[in-house]
């Protein structure tokens, strides 16, 4: 189970957008979760993401491969143990 801490990636609001941008199924293929999982994640702050005009998430490439490399870190820190 992946789990992502409160605030992990806290952005300021209006923060240009950097690079390219990812869907919440992109990012939850990363993570090995269910989009709506990733739009929850979104929704209680844990990762940051931006609105289309449409209304839709999208989230920054690098923000979300810095977090999977934490994540991962972690991971691997845990069952070095």
Same mark, same amino acid.
């Given at each position: ?13 209006? !923060?240009?957008i !950097? ?14 979760v ?15 993401? +931006? ?15 810095m977090?999977?490399? !934490?994540?991962?870190? +972690? ?7």
């Amino acid at each position: 189970m992946t789990i992502i801490p409160e605030n992990s990636l806290a952005v300021e609001p209006d !923060a240009p957008i !950097a690079g390219p941008l990812m869907t919440p199924g992109e990012v939850a293929a990363l993570f090995r979760v269910d989009p709506k999982t990733v739009t929850r994640w979104a929704a209680a702050g844990r990762i940051s993401s +931006v609105r289309t005009p449409g209304g839709h998430r999208r989230f920054v490439e690098a923000e979300i491969r810095m977090l999977l490399a !934490a994540v991962e870190t +972690v991971r691997r820190e845990g069952e070095a143990r």
